[in-house]
């Protein structure tokens, strides 16, 4: 089970940083990934991150905002969110698979957690 948490509303340039907590498994060794949804929009990958590999996925547009770290003692992961655009504007997921998914494909994560909205104002 993955346990997202962390939305709100904040101002554009601000900050947020959503957490993404695990239970029944541990985060070692699995791909961890955030997704999202903006309004009528389709569900996009943002970051995938292997232990083992790093991040292998970042989508363009939230390079040098965005960055994924972990906190193992929590069995938690973590998406900051630095200088948010209008554009970041969505519900936001985090998913988990044991196997790599260097693509970050939404279809190959078996955990995904409830999403936690996230809504920037200009």
């Known amino acids: 089970q993955l346990q997202a948490s962390g939305g709100g509303l904040v101002q554009a340039g601000g900050s947020l940083r959503l957490s993404c907590a695990a239970s029944?498994?541990?985060?070692?060794?699995?791909?961890v990934g955030w997704f999202r949804q903006a309004p009528g929009k389709e569900r996009e990958a943002i970051i995938c991150?292997?232990?083992?590999?790093?991040?292998?996925y970042y989508v363009d547009s939230v390079q040098s905002r965005f960055t994924i770290s972990s906190d193992n003692a929590k069995n938690t992961v973590y998406l900051q969110m630095n200088s948010l655009k209008d554009e970041d504007t969505a519900v936001y997921y985090c998913?988990?698979?044991?196997?790599?998914?260097?693509?970050?494909?939404?279809?190959?994560?078996?955990?995904w957690g409830r999403g936690t909205l996230v809504t920037v104002s200009s």
């Open positions: 998913a988990a698979d044991v196997e790599p998914n260097e693509e970050c494909i939404d279809f190959l994560m078996l955990y």
């Open positions: 991150s292997r232990t083992s590999e790093g991040i292998t």
């Open positions: 029944g498994f541990r985060f070692d060794d699995y791909t």
